[in-house]
């Protein structure tokens, strides 16, 4: 059964710096990739998504993944008080049937 | 377009009542899901209906769970029974018509407080 685990559990960082957050999942047929982004007292929402090895970036936000290491990461840039909210990066395959598996959550605080 | 609408927001029951939790996808999306998210156990999937038919319910509890998609524009989770432990926050979410592993749409969420 896949296990998908994400550290930290929380992180604060000020503002303008640098966030970064790690996903590691244990199912080496793994396909696709998303990172979620939850604000309290809300639903999640999608940030994006990576389904190549390699980086992606959209905006402030970068997205890393490699697939032989079983690792995906996101990384947000010159963090806003408003990027302060619960990280979860999900997965999914054909072979889980497009269901998506969370990870454990960052708590993300931005320090103004 | 109003995004997933979940109904109702907060619902408290007592222990052994029955809970309904209804879910409005967003208009032309073919795919829904329901989720769990505790604290401890964070988020679960538990079913999920395509073009209203059930594609996988292997997440929902045996007993007392049970969802249905009577049309395209609703779907229901009933628990019966509730019990402490079904307390959470049960997410419904939604998808196009597009690829399977596209984005997936959350309502808000309702809060199930059992007493």
């Known amino acids: 059964q896949q296990k998908v685990q994400q550290s930290p559990e929380s992180l604060i960082v000020p503002e303008g710096g640098m966030a970064s957050l790690n996903c590691t999942f244990s199912d080496r047929n793994s396909q696709y990739f998303w990172w979620y982004r939850q604000h309290s007292g809300e639903g999640p929402k999608a940030l994006m998504s990576i389904f190549s090895n390699g980086d992606k970036k959209e905006g402030r936000f970068t997205a890393h993944l490699n697939k032989a290491s079983l690792y995906v990461s996101l990384h947000i840039k010159d963090s806003q008080p408003s990027d302060s909210a619960l990280y979860f990066c999900?997965?999914?395959?054909?072979?889980?049937?497009?269901?998506?598996?969370f990870g454990t959550g960052t708590s993300l605080l931005v320090d103004p | 377009n109003a995004g997933v609408i979940q109904t109702p927001r907060h619902k408290v029951t007592g222990k052994g009542q029955e809970a309904t939790l209804w879910c409005e996808p967003i208009s032309g999306h073919s795919a829904v899901f329901w989720y769990r998210q505790t604290i401890v156990q964070g988020l679960e999937f538990l079913t999920y209906f395509r073009n209203q038919a059930p594609i996988d319910d292997s997440g929902m509890p045996k007993e007392r769970f049970s969802a249905q998609m009577p049309n395209q524009s609703h779907s229901t989770l009933k628990i019966q029974s509730t019990q402490p432990q079904d307390s959470a926050v049960y997410l419904c979410?939604?998808?196009?018509?597009?690829?399977?592993?596209?984005?997936?749409?959350f309502g808000p969420g309702t809060r199930l407080t059992v007493l």
């Open positions: 999900a997965v999914t395959s054909r072979n889980m049937g497009y269901k998506l598996t």
């Open positions: 979410a939604s998808r196009g018509q597009g690829a399977n592993y596209a984005e997936q749409f």
